[in-house]
């Protein structure tokens, strides 16, 4: 008989769960897997609450196993380390994003391209090796392979850091592989959440010009004044969206809910690129006209290998770059996810676990 989450291993483990498709979270018991030669313990500070932890509570990608713990925008602190680890000691700041196993024989592997292995666990909501199930960041303890931890800099804030370990590097990553890092080009951000945010700094820091693309005007005033946008332009208001036709070299597509790719090509000047990196849970409709007609490039991408993290890291440290973010306790994660779903966001919550998250 298939033991229990909390039989399965050795160590007791605690955080919240989502058992249903209401997605709403509860405290949960549950187990971590003894530390290997190769693991790192590592107690839990803070978690990021990322819109891809509220499609997999809502199941809205149609593949969510319950009871699952999200949270892969982990940063915390090493407590344990196996024989083999020689690059973490106990003490070290770290970070654990989207993925904590993959095969490492593959292609991608091979390349450092670990997120794209056909065989990925995902830090929540995957089948592990060993048959169980992975659990995520809203919780106190975590043990990983040491190749799917990252160094975390020094003078970067933990909790503020922490959207970094997902939302900063799904945004990087393109920007690099798709070139959209050329100073003095202009790049569209569609969507100011979490990720879109993020983006805007990454774009100051390589010298772009940055327009938001939002559907909140009450983002505005802080996309210009505190973030550094240098324009915004409100996707519900044909005039202004009329008059930034060909005007973008680059997008980065980071909207959560199925929209219409029509308005954001015709934003794009001659051979402009439009990246996406939401995942909405309906296919988009692909209008080719425009594709065809402005030699436009739509591509795809996802939360990058482990290389490009830490090389990410170790950039936003370089450039102070944090997320802003509004502290939780844990038993607010519920109304997070409902604030989230509203796309009320400024930008990303992070759930501040070490000080809020207690089995009593
Ligand atoms: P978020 O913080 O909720 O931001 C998404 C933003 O999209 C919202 O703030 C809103 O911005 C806009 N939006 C939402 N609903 C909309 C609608 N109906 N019409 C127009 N705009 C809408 O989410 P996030 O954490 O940044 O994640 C964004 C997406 O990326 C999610 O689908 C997530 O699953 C996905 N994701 C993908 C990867 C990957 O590996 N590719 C990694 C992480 C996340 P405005 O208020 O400005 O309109
Ligand atoms: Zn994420």
Known sequence: MAKSPENEHPHKSFGWA????????????????ENGPDDVAIKILFCGVCHSDL?????DWGFTTYPVVPGHEI????????DNVKKFKVGDRVGVGVIVESCKE???????????????????????????????????????HQHYVLQFPENLPLDAGAPLLCAGITVYSPMI???????????????????????IKFGKAFGLKVTVISSSPNKEFEAINKLGADSFLLSTDPAKFKEAIGTLDYIIDTISAVHSLNSLLALLKLNGKLVTVGLPSKPLELPVF????????????NFGGLKETQ??????????I????????????NTAMERLVKSDVKYRFVIDVGNSLSTS
């Open 18 to 33: 989502a058992t249903d498709t209401s997605g709403i979270l509860s405290p949960f018991h549950f187990s971590r897997r």
């Open 311 to 320: 090389e990410m890291l170790d950039f936003c440290g370089k450039h102070n």
């Open 55 to 59: 499609h997999t509570v809502k199941n």
């Open 106 to 144: 593959c292609e991608c592997c091979q390349q450092d391209l670990e997120s794209y292995c056909p065989k990925p666990v995902f830090t929540y909501n995957s089948p592990y090796y060993d048959g169980t199930r992975t659990h995520g960041g809203y919780s106190d303890f975590v043990v990983v």
């Open 290 to 301: 425009p594709l065809v007609m402005g030699r436009k490039l739509i591509g795809g991408s």
């Open 177 to 199: 592989y798709y070139g959209m890092t050329e100073p003095g080009k202009h790049l569209g951000v569609a969507g100011l959440g979490g990720l879109g945010h993020v983006a």
């Open 75 to 82: 940063v915390g602190i090493v407590t344990k380390t196996g």
């Open 322 to 333: 944090t997320a802003d973010i509004e502290l939780i306790k844990i038993d607010q994660i």
